[in-house]
């Protein structure tokens, strides 16, 4: 199949987020049994308690919120940044046990191609592509020669592999979490294919929980940048792009 671009689709997530993450808060602070809490939480507004909480930086009960994402058409060095991220939950499709080449008439894996690549014009693309092409036939001439280990073929020929080839994952994590991998991944200086994610990762969560992840974003957004000298200067416009997202 050779170049694909990357998709993200929120899978599942916690049922009432807000409610629930209201509900664990106010329990530290009352002597109401749960079910009682139950009951007030269903029948008022908690938009203003969950913005007070999250302004005084009682973020614990937010964990109780979580997050399901399928990714696919990202690059394995998207996978070594994302697993950085620890309080979290990866599925990963494996090199292992799943042999690479596209499904295409070309045969070549599916592979991700960076944008300042791209906009280099179509020769620098077809190129990508021919090198694309001869590490396809490197991985091929390793199988064959390593063919008599049966599956355990894939094992020792994936390491002629790039960084280019397309991996897809499932990856959990609680609302907590999310705020801090987006206040990293966010960020102009972030790299390209990671932050393309993360916003549309934000951009999927607002959709169900607006209050937890209304200030979400780079950590410029509601305080100085905190890049200091590295800072990129432009975080009038971050900013108003995160509000309009």
């Known amino acids: 199949m050779g170049r694909v671009q990357s998709r993200v689709e929120l899978l599942r997530y916690t049922a009432n987020p807000e409610e629930l993450v209201a509900m664990a808060a106010k329990l530290c602070y009352s002597s109401a ?73 070309d045969g070549v894996f599916n592979y991700i191609i960076p944008p300042r690549i791209m906009e280099l014009g179509d020769d620098a693309v077809r190129e990508f592509h021919r090198q694309m092409e001869q590490i396809q036939k490197w991985y091929e001439y390793w199988l064959e020669k390593l063919a008599p280990h049966g599956d355990a073929a894939r094992e020792d020929a994936r390491f002629v592999l790039p960084n280019a080839a397309e991996t897809k994952l499932v990856v959990t994590m609680n609302a907590r979490q999310l705020l801090h991998f987006f206040s990293v991944r966010c960020c102009n200086r972030a790299q390209w294919e990671i932050r393309n994610l993360a916003i549309e990762m934000l951009r999927l969560v607002r959709r169900v929980a607006p209050v937890l992840f209304r200030d979400a974003g780079p950590g410029c957004i509601a305080a100085p940048c905190p890049e200091g000298e590295m800072s990129c200067g432009k975080q009038a416009e971050v900013r108003e792009f995160f509000r309009r997202l």
């Open 33 to 105: 049994d749960i079910g009682e809490l139950q009951k007030g939480i269903a029948t008022r507004d908690q938009s203003p308690f969950l913005r007070k909480l999250t302004d005084m930086g009682h973020l614990s009960p937010i964990e109780h919120a979580s997050f399901t994402f399928g990714v696919e058409g990202v690059s394995r060095s998207l996978l070594a940044q994302i697993t950085r991220h620890r309080i979290a939950s990866f599925s990963v499709k494996s090199q292992r046990y799943a042999g690479e080449g596209g499904t295409g008439g």
